[in-house]
């Protein structure tokens, strides 16, 4: 037989739960909240995902690029930035020196006399560089055409159609 030592300074006293008597408990009641709309819409999705055979064409969309990868390929992309009004200007302003917006540069400051100082071609400072394509109508259409070497999609493209 199992004897417990009880403490006899330590009155057991049962709590009563009713009107007016203790306090009730705390009680986890996430299940009982209305969540936003956006937060209950990607719950149903992804229990969806979950039940229902997905074909490969979209599943492709659930596997994303791990953090190296990611990395390098910003990295890489950074690279190909698209110019700035700024660069386009200067660029087109070098390629044309008649242009109305001419800055007055010194003799031998242009891009074109830099570049043939060093041994290159002229038309080799000023052409136009190559840069990434983005948007969704301009990619589509460059696809189309067989153009891209490489497409990079997001993972989070809703709805998956437009892809």
């Known amino acids: 037989m199992l004897t417990l030592s009880l403490n006899p300074l330590i009155e057991k006293r049962p709590k009563n739960f009713g009107i007016a008597q203790d306090i009730q408990p705390k009680r986890n009641l996430s299940r009982m909240v209305k969540w936003p709309e956006y937060v209950r819409l990607q719950r149903q999705r992804k229990i969806l995902n979950m ?76 052409k136009k560089p190559y840069t990434v394509k983005y948007g969704l109508n301009h990619v589509v259409g460059l696809v189309e055409n067989k153009k891209p070497a490489l497409v990079l999609i997001p993972n989070d493209v809703d709805p998956i159609e437009l892809v």
Not at 93 to 121: D, Y
């Open 51 to 126: 039940r229902l055979k997905v074909p490969p064409a979209i599943a492709q969309f659930s596997n994303v690029l791990d953090r190296n990868t990611a990395a390098q390929t910003f990295k890489l992309l950074n690279k190909y930035r698209p110019e700035t009004k700024a660069e386009k200007k200067e660029r087109l302003v070098s390629q044309n020196p008649h242009h109305q917006f001419k800055q007055h540069l010194p003799v031998g400051q242009t891009k074109e006399a830099t570049a043939i100082s060093e041994g290159k071609k002229k038309e080799d400072a000023s």
